[in-house]
């Protein structure tokens, strides 16, 4: 169990359009999930913390306005890069926590390769 | 944020030979975590640990977490080529739902 689905795997779109990418755990409830950036070689960046029924959680340097995230469902987060420029290319993971699980691990789904022309 | 110390950086070796890496923290954690990440791909949970001292295994791979709460390494038995990949401890923070990320291991098996 623990399946975490990320969709798409990979998308290019054009400079100024906007672009979502949709996070789903299959088999478990999800209060919270979790955004990441992952440049090449380096480790995970959280770029915002996704709560089911409120407002995400953002890190500091990450700017909500573009990076848009919606958790309308206990099983669905969404992130909307909003008016994608190339800079913003990058490799975008999600994960989820199982619903309370104190101690439960992260899932992660299968990541996004994000190319903006 | 916290702080993981994950050595070594990178490491290549021979098929067949063992693997070791770890993880180290200034502070108390009661969980411990390690994944791996396949190129182009998100990083699968490879073993769990939550109780100081413990020792799981998973096929080949064995994991540690150290009595201090402080650290915990990793094992891997007589690598192939598909334990390529970068690994990554993690552990949960003791509040709340946070999580912190070693900044990786890199390995590389040479057939």
């Known amino acids: 169990g623990a399946v975490v689905s990320q969709h798409p795997s990979r998308v290019i779109c054009k400079s100024g359009t906007s672009v979502k990418i949709e996070c789903r755990s299959l088999d478990f409830q999800a209060t919270t999930m979790f955004w990441y950036r992952q440049f090449p070689k380096q480790s995970l960046m959280l770029m915002a913390t996704?709560?089911?029924?409120?407002?995400?959680?953002?890190e500091q340097g990450v700017e909500k306005d573009k990076f848009l995230i919606n958790h309308a469902s206990l099983t669905l987060s969404t992130l909307t890069v909003t008016s994608a420029h190339p800079e913003d290319s990058s490799f975008y993971i999600c994960?989820?926590?199982?619903?309370?699980?104190?101690?439960?691990?992260?899932?992660f789904g299968n990541g996004t390769r994000l190319t903006v022309t | 944020g916290q702080q993981l110390n994950q050595s070594p950086q990178s490491m290549f070796i021979q098929e067949g030979e063992d693997v070791s890496m770890n993880c180290t923290s200034s502070s108390i954690f009661n969980t411990w975590l390690w994944y791996k990440q396949d190129p182009g791909e998100g990083p699968v949970l490879l073993i769990a640990?939550?109780?100081?001292?413990e020792l799981t295994s998973n096929g080949r791979l064995t994991a540690q977490f150290g009595i201090t709460r402080k650290d915990s390494f990793l094992n891997i038995s007589a690598s192939i080529p598909s334990d390529v990949g970068i690994y990554f401890c993690a552990v949960r923070g003791n509040t709340g739902n946070q999580f912190y990320f070693g900044t990786g291991t890199s390995l590389t098996v040479i057939p």
């Open positions: 994960s989820a926590i199982r619903t309370g699980g104190s101690n439960s691990p992260l899932h």
């Open positions: 996704s709560n089911e029924g409120s407002k995400a959680t953002y």
């Open positions: 640990l939550y109780k100081a001292g």
